[in-house]
């Protein structure tokens, strides 16, 4: 399972369209030595998100089994 989250990718995605090397997310902040840095990180955490298994939410109620005439 993967350490990272979304928000942490639509940070680092939002610092890197606005050119800038450094980030704060959540109180914390990291100043990367590049831009292309950035992208590979980016990228790894993109691929490591995709990985995980889809959360899906179990259904509240299930369906009827009685079909309706």
């Not at 990367?32 to 490591?48: G, N, W």
């Not at 899906?56 to 079909?67: E, H, Q």
């Given at each position: ?43 790894r ?25």
């Amino acid at each position: 399972m993967s350490g990272f989250t979304q928000a942490q990718v639509d940070a680092l995605t939002a610092a890197i369209a606005q050119g800038v090397t450094t980030v704060t997310h959540n109180g914390k902040t990291v100043r990367y030595m590049s831009l292309q840095q950035m992208l590979k990180l980016r990228d790894r955490m993109i691929t490591e998100l995709e990985s995980q298994p889809p959360n899906i939410a179990r259904p509240l109620a299930f369906g009827s089994v009685f079909l309706k005439r």
